[in-house]
């Protein structure tokens, strides 16, 4: 599994096959979906769609091609990916729609109108799928260039930065997220663009003796450091939770205003900042413009802050400060455990075990994110929004790399990433819990 004799990229693209292989396998031999409610609504709205997709093939490939379709594309309309899969073909129309990662089911419009792909259902949805997997394969390349310049020659002495990258790049192909990453989700595309992100603020910083007892920080590409900004910014279209990339650009404030006295780089970080503010901001104005500005304003327009967002995160799906700490979420709760763990080990990895200061901010984002799905998120989708983010990935190396691999917790992790690809996949296939 760790072996780098052959070039790491087609190490992980053979990986990448495998386990895609393996998850719509999976996918196929489920039985039967415990809620009929998506077969429901394909039946009675796309059953026409379905003929005239199936029709277009030739009579030879057409048994194959509906047997795809029943036993694997249908499959995949669960959860969120009912609403996603509506707004392809369909234009918004309920309030609870404009809350639902806006640059990801306009992407898919937006492609499928370059290529001029008919506005049928079933052949949008299997372009999403196609941009999904991409982008999931994308983000493992990403995820292996970005820890190869995190992890260079000068902390050779802690890891082999040639090992820790492709060992991150397939742990990321195993992530917990599992079908969520296979199906018709935002988060590869989120993941992508804020692992580019990520590695753009990391090319344009000098990191010239910074370490714990020295912390001289400063920019030495102020073009990549803006455009990193950019890149989060355009995330917070894939997924809302990016906004908390704005903790980088608050830390790097702090260092290059309050420790360094540099104006200029503290003028970069603001700057930077401001493109994922701006993001938040005219999210905002336009549902305000949309739903708040004719005669009948929806409730949420009179709040101090009128965030349809906020609104619909508490109204629709029950979020809130310990809102969702009740018994019946226990299991909920131990979907998320492992994720959980694995981050919390971060912190003593990055800080105590093997100090880099300069993983800091990312740690201080995986904090926020900890917070918010413990105390006031649906747990349990900390198995997919975490996907974001490379710390999980990087401690989970450096246990396989640097630690006793027979040891019950490493050998544990590993069996689980496994094991939870197989049971997720299948209930996910399902239409059972974990969503």
């Known amino acids: 599994m760790l072996s780098i004799k052959e070039h790491p990229i087609t190490r992980l693209f053979q990986t990448f096959i495998l386990v895609k292989v393996s998850q719509l396998a999976l996918v196929y031999f489920t039985p039967v979906q415990f809620d009929t409610s998506t077969q429901l609504l394909l039946r009675t709205s796309y059953q026409t769609s379905k003929e005239v997709y199936i029709n277009s093939y030739n009579s030879v490939l057409k048994p194959f091609v509906g047997s795809i379709i029943d036993n694997i594309i249908e499959k995949l309309v669960v959860w969120d990916v009912v609403y996603f899969a509506d707004l392809f073909v369909n234009e918004i129309k309920y309030e609870h729609q404009f809350v639902f990662c806006p640059l990801w089911w306009r992407l898919i419009k937006l492609v499928s109108k370059v290529n001029r792909t008919p506005t049928n259902f079933y052949q949008l949805f299997i372009v999403s799928l196609w941009m999904s997997n991409i982008l999931h394969f994308a983000s493992v390349l990403m995820i292996w260039k970005l820890t190869k310049t995190v992890f260079n020659q000068s902390l050779g002495k802690f890891f082999n930065k040639d090992r820790i990258s492709i060992t991150s790049g397939i742990t990321y192909i195993l992530s917990p997220g599992a079908g969520f990453l296979t199906s ?16 753009l603020r990391e090319i344009s910083m000098n990191y010239e003796n910074f ?44 260092v290059f205003s309050i420790k360094n006295h540099s104006q200029k780089d503290s003028l970069w970080s603001i700057i930077s900042g401001s493109f994922l503010f701006t993001s938040l901001l005219v999210s905002n104005i336009y549902t305000y413009t949309v739903f708040c500005t004719g005669d009948l304003s929806p409730v949420w327009c009179s709040n101090t802050i009128p965030s349809l967002f906020q609104y619909a995160q508490g109204n629709y799906w029950n979020n809130g400060f310990l809102s969702y700490w009740t018994s019946n979420n226990i299991p ?14 971060s912190f003593k990895f990055f800080l105590i075990e093997y100090p880099m200061l300069k993983l800091l901010p990312i740690l201080l984002v995986n904090s926020a994110v900890l917070v918010g799905g413990i105390f006031f998120w649906n747990t349990q989708i900390l198995t997919r929004i975490t996907t974001f983010l490379p710390i999980i990935n990087w401690t989970l190396s450096i246990m396989i790399l640097n630690y006793d691999r027979q040891s019950y917790f490493v050998k544990g992790f590993l069996y689980y990433l496994i094991i939870w690809n197989i049971v997720h996949v299948t209930l996910f296939a399902a239409f059972l819990p974990p969503a």
């Not at 018709?184 to 590695?199: I, R, V, W």
């Not at 912390?215 to 939770?241: E, V």
């Open 184 to 199: 018709s989700y935002s988060e590869n595309a989120c993941a992508f663009l804020c692992f580019t992100g990520l590695y």
């Open 211 to 254: 370490n714990l007892k020295n912390s001289k920080l400063s920019i030495k590409d102020w073009r990549c450091y803006l455009l990193s900004g950019i890149f989060f910014a355009i995330s917070y279209g894939m997924r809302a939770n990016t906004l908390l990339l704005g903790i980088v650009y608050l830390y790097d404030l702090y």
């Open 332 to 345: 909920n709760f131990l979907f998320a455990l492992p994720t959980i763990s694995i981050s919390m080990i």
